[in-house]
């Protein structure tokens, strides 16, 4: 455990002595709130709550997808990374120490929106509903995070950028996370329940509203985490660092 | 007793074959070198002992395991080839997370006194000189009171007087009774550190013994002159090769060579005698012979 904490503790520190770095994941989640909710949704209290439960989801995603995929990406190309796995320590710690990083991050980048909510929306939560979405926020944040590192493990920093780029707007638009609920295109009311982010964001819907979630979008999570979790531990272990041939 | 052992390993990289059957030993307290030219499948070797790759095929142990348990690393201090420290923490920092992995660590400041680091301890790691990073990197070898250190290179870049001190540090580690396995692709460092070299090349062991027997058989000397004829049969010669109108001869005792060039009063003029480079000394070990 405390190599787990200590490993979280100098990816921080390594992470946050680039203030840009800790702005860049900030910065999205933040503007999208500013340009999609707030000129939208921000007058009516259901609409509005649900948009930022929404954007929460999409800052959980981008946040993770981001700084596993390619920050994991970026830390396997230095030579720091090859040395660490000289030292006596296994992949548990490393990998723990690494999430907890993410998740101090992630909440970090969630601050702006919530912020940005609680100003300029009527966007409300009960406390039970707060618990609820905390809750629903760590659960969100798992498939995400595999997915991140499945990427990172798998591809070099450059394609691990591209994909990341290529993939999240998709995630976002497709899942129904940029419209509100059943408010959606009619194709991405089809293909979303199979995306996880649907399953993502109607967990956080429920947390915070009067929601009743798809049991088809909630299944499809559990098996997208189950997949990525497979894809994960697969991707790391057979990483031995960058390749060249 | 031995601490670390390749078994008839081999490792490619695609269709190249780093590591080619290597078989090779370490004993406790002994200092062993590999030497080879850039490409020879030293780091490979290494990585392969340190945990880093898996072996494509045979096997290598580490203080008794598979150096991919993390147990196996316990007394096993490493330093990396290429100086990649993390850039934003401070040079104290980078000590106490290394030493946070290990029961019994050296006190940081004692650490970074004895590498001469003590002044730049409150330094990002990304604002030393080439010289202090490359330093830093060797410490971090020897923070956890290891019993063998495995050194990739770990004087490339210093300056003469960085690199003695630095042998002294490893000389002293020694005598503590520590092993050093160390690759470098520079005679002098192995005569200076090691009791034993195996020298590597093409990803093969060439020659495994102590290094005095070492230095006299790839410690050779390229003799250039400008020769109309040159006779067949001269001794001490391990290759030759004519280039612009001059003859390079590879010799393991230039004197001898010398010294029968003018008995045989062979027409030579410009001579120049100067020590061959390692590369040069490899391929006339590779070329020549087998036995």
Same mark, same amino acid.
């Given at each position: 455990?405390?190599?787990?904490?200590?490993?979280?503790?100098?990816?921080?520190?390594?992470?946050?002595?680039?203030?840009?770095?800790?702005?860049? %994941?900030?910065?999205?989640?933040?503007?999208?709130?500013?340009?999609?909710?707030?000129?939208?949704?921000?007058?009516?209290?259901?609409?509005?709550?649900?948009?930022?439960?929404?954007?929460?989801?999409?800052?959980?995603?981008?946040?993770?997808?981001?700084?596993?995929?390619?920050?994991?990406?970026?830390?396997?190309?230095?030579?720091?990374?090859?040395?660490?796995?000289?030292?006596?320590?296994?992949?548990?710690?490393?990998?723990?120490?690494?999430?907890?990083?993410?998740?101090?991050?992630?909440?970090?980048?969630?601050?702006?929106?919530?912020?940005?909510?609680?100003?300029? %929306?009527?966007?409300?939560?009960?406390?039970?509903?707060?618990?609820?979405?905390?809750?629903?926020?760590?659960?969100?944040?798992?498939?995400?995070?595999?997915?991140?590192?499945?990427?990172?493990?798998?591809?070099?920093?450059?394609?691990?950028?591209?994909?990341?780029?290529?993939?999240?707007?998709?995630?976002?638009?497709?899942?129904?996370?940029?419209?509100?609920?059943?408010?959606?295109?009619?194709?991405?009311?089809?293909?979303?329940?199979?995306?996880?982010?649907?399953?993502?964001?109607?967990?956080?819907?429920?947390?915070?509203?009067?929601?009743?979630?798809?049991?088809?979008?909630?299944?499809?999570?559990?098996?997208?985490?189950? %997949?990525?979790?497979?894809?994960?531990?697969?991707?790391?272990?057979?990483?031995?660092?960058?390749?060249?041939? | 007793?031995?601490?670390?052992?390749?078994?008839?390993? #081999?490792?490619?990289?695609?269709?190249? $074959?780093?590591?080619? $059957?290597?078989?090779?030993?370490?004993?406790?307290?002994?200092?062993?070198?590999?030497?080879?030219?850039?490409?020879?499948?030293?780091?490979?070797?290494?990585?392969? *002992?340190?945990?880093?790759?898996?072996?494509?095929?045979?096997?290598?142990?580490?203080?008794? @395991?598979?150096?991919?348990?993390?147990?196996?690393?316990?007394?096993?201090?490493?330093?990396? =080839?290429?100086?990649?420290?993390?850039?934003? +923490?401070?040079?104290?920092?980078?000590?106490?997370?290394?030493?946070?992995?290990?029961?019994?660590?050296?006190?940081?400041?004692?650490?970074?006194?004895?590498?001469? *680091? @003590?002044?730049?301890?409150?330094? =990002?790691? @990304? @604002?030393?000189?080439?010289? =202090?990073?490359?330093?830093?990197?060797?410490?971090?070898?020897?923070?956890?009171?290891?019993?063998?250190?495995? +050194?990739?290179?770990?004087?490339?870049?210093?300056?003469? =007087?960085?690199?003695?001190?630095?042998?002294?540090?490893?000389?002293?580690?020694?005598?503590?009774?520590?092993?050093?396995?160390? #690759? #470098?692709?520079?005679?002098?460092?192995?005569?200076?550190?090691?009791? /034993?070299?195996?020298?590597?090349?093409?990803?093969?062991?060439?020659?495994?013994?102590?290094?005095? !027997?070492?230095?006299?058989?790839?410690?050779?000397?390229?003799?250039?002159?400008?020769?109309?004829?040159?006779?067949?049969?001269?001794?001490?010669?391990? #290759?030759?090769?004519?280039?612009?109108? /001059?003859?390079?001869?590879? !010799?393991?005792?230039?004197?001898?060579?010398?010294?029968? +060039?003018?008995?045989? /009063?062979?027409?030579?003029?410009?001579?120049?005698?100067?020590?061959?480079?390692?590369?040069?000394?490899?391929?006339?070990?590779?070329?020549?012979?087998?036995?």
């Amino acid at each position: 455990m405390s190599l787990t904490l200590v490993h979280a503790r100098y990816q921080l520190l390594e992470t946050l002595r680039i203030p840009i770095a800790v702005i860049g %994941t900030t910065f999205f989640p933040a503007v999208s709130m500013l340009f999609f909710v707030v000129p939208f949704a921000g007058d009516d209290p259901v609409s509005a709550t649900y948009a930022t439960a929404s954007m929460v989801t999409f800052a959980v995603m981008i946040s993770n997808l981001f700084q596993y995929g390619v920050g994991v990406s970026e830390d396997r190309a230095r030579p720091w990374d090859p040395y660490m796995r000289t030292l006596p320590v296994g992949p548990g710690p490393r990998l723990a120490g690494r999430t907890i990083a993410g998740l101090a991050m992630m909440v970090l980048s969630l601050l702006p929106v919530l912020l940005i909510a609680a100003l300029f %929306t009527t966007a409300t939560v009960s406390p039970a509903g707060l618990v609820a979405a905390l809750g629903a926020l760590l659960v969100v944040a798992v498939p995400f995070t595999l997915m991140g590192m499945t990427i990172g493990y798998a591809l070099p920093s450059k394609a691990a950028l591209a994909v990341t780029q290529i993939i999240f707007l998709p995630l976002a638009f497709g899942g129904g996370l940029l419209s509100a609920p059943g408010d959606a295109p009619r194709f991405v009311e089809i293909v979303a329940p199979f995306l996880p982010t649907r399953g993502a964001v109607e967990l956080m819907w429920t947390a915070v509203g009067d929601f009743r979630p798809d049991p088809t979008a909630l299944v499809s999570l559990g098996v997208w985490t189950v %997949t990525l979790g497979a894809l994960a531990a697969w991707t790391y272990r057979r990483d031995e660092g960058r390749r060249f041939s | 007793m031995t601490i670390a052992e390749a078994i008839d390993v #081999s490792r490619s990289y695609g269709a190249v $074959r780093a590591v080619d $059957r290597v078989s090779m030993r370490v004993e406790a307290g002994d200092t062993v070198a590999l030497l080879g030219p850039n490409g020879a499948g030293k780091t490979t070797l290494i990585n392969l *002992l340190t945990g880093i790759r898996r072996p494509g095929s045979g096997r290598v142990t580490m203080c008794g @395991g598979d150096p991919r348990d993390p147990r196996s690393r316990r007394w096993l201090g490493v330093t990396p =080839q290429e100086t990649g420290l993390p850039e934003t +923490l401070r040079v104290r920092e980078v000590v106490a997370f290394v030493a946070a992995h290990f029961p019994d660590p050296v006190p940081t400041g004692e650490l970074l006194d004895r590498f001469g *680091l @003590g002044d730049v301890a409150g330094r =990002q790691a @990304g @604002g030393l000189s080439g010289g =202090q990073k490359r330093r830093l990197a060797v410490a971090l070898a020897f923070v956890g009171r290891p019993r063998i250190v495995v +050194l990739d290179e770990p004087t490339t870049g210093l300056d003469v =007087q960085a690199r003695r001190s630095l042998w002294d540090g490893i000389r002293a580690f020694h005598d503590e009774g520590g092993t050093v396995l160390l #690759s #470098s692709h520079n005679l002098e460092e192995a005569e200076a550190l090691a009791r /034993r070299v195996v020298v590597l090349g093409g990803g093969r062991v060439l020659t495994d013994d102590v290094v005095g !027997t070492v230095r006299d058989m790839i410690g050779t000397r390229r003799v250039s002159l400008t020769v109309a004829d040159l006779p067949g049969d001269l001794p001490t010669v391990v #290759s030759r090769e004519r280039v612009d109108g /001059r003859t390079h001869l590879l !010799t393991t005792d230039a004197d001898a060579l010398v010294r029968v +060039l003018v008995q045989r /009063r062979v027409g030579f003029t410009d001579l120049e005698v100067r020590p061959a480079s390692l590369e040069e000394a490899f391929l006339a070990l590779t070329n020549a012979p087998a036995g």
